[in-house]
């Protein structure tokens, strides 16, 4: 069992940063990839950013050159760095594992879930 516990989201204007962070506690973090997800309010769950244990990211095309993905295995946490952030941007974002090294973008293949945390983007 992993256990996913996102913190940092919050409210800021458009063209400014955040910083979220996933602690993740249970099993050897190293061994799994990991991902950020995003869900605005009536649409579905979608795929923003992943990374392998090696470093290895991917990135959904709307976020590429503005967040950055990145995760510090000996402090078993994820990060994602927001910058350049837009109105369309807000959604609660959540941190996955999937228990597998590949980075993949693919809803249904992350195994742990956190809870999510709410980023606002005002225009």
Not at 14 to 35: E, H, I, K, Q, V
Not at 54 to 80: C, E, M, P, W
């Amino acid at each position: 069992q992993v256990l996913l516990v996102e913190s940092g989201g919050g409210l800021v204007q458009a063209g400014g940063s955040l910083r979220l962070s996933c602690a993740a506690s249970g099993r050897t973090f190293s061994n799994y990839a990991m991902g950020w997800f995003r869900q605005a309010p009536g649409k579905e769950r979608e795929f923003v950013a992943a990374i392998a244990w090696s470093g290895a990211s991917l990135y959904v095309d709307s976020v590429k050159g503005r967040f950055t993905i990145a995760r510090d295995n000996a402090k078993n946490t994820l990060y994602l760095q927001m910058n350049s952030l837009k109105p369309e941007d807000t959604a609660v974002y959540y941190c996955a594992a999937r228990s597998a090294t590949g980075v993949v973008t693919t809803l249904s293949r992350y195994n742990y879930w956190g809870q999510g945390t709410q980023v606002t983007v005002s225009s």
